[in-house]
């Protein structure tokens, strides 16, 4: 019978938790933490000190500069560029300059009915989930989960309906929960 090397199982710690990784804030140790969005490194002295971080960064990684183009806001040429949410073309004076390229939608979709200032626009989350949000994000964080029509509900009289697939077929439905008003087409 051959003997185990108790040795090799102390030599390797987890790939992701660090032996003694100090909090910045309070000098307590700490340690992998788990929530409902995912993984993180929080103080061990919580809830008497609040420090997180992610677990793993992402960075932005500039992958290749478009020579031809420039940005509309600040005239610096554009990249291709990798990050959190996959690959996008955006400006190369980032920080200072916050311009991304979106995608150019086959239909315009109708102006914000909440500040009337920008376009809504087709967006997609982490997951790939499709949603419609207004333009003018930050300053307007109207949102919309279903496709959005430029048409006045008849009953409330707000600026868009939304298309809604259903058993019965396509019909547009109000997107004020106070209203709900439905249309069948």
Known sequence: MSKIDHSLFSVH?????????????????TSVKHSKKGAFVGCNNYPNCDYTRPLVEHHETLLKVLDDSECPLCESPLAVKNGRFGMFIGCTNFPECHYVAQEESKESLPTCPSCNKSELVERSNK???????????????????????????????????????????????????????????
């Open 13 to 29: 710690e987890h790939a992701l938790e660090k032996e003694h990784e100090v909090c910045p804030k309070c000098g307590s140790e």
């Open 127 to 185: 997951s790939g989930k499709t949603f419609y949000s207004c333009g003018g994000y930050p300053k307007c964080k109207y949102i919309l989960n279903n496709k959005p029509v430029a048409q006045s509900c008849p009953e409330c009289g707000w600026q868009v309906m939304v298309e809604k697939k259903t058993a019965k077929g396509l019909m547009l439905q109000c997107p004020q929960k106070h209203c709900n008003h439905k249309v069948s087409l």
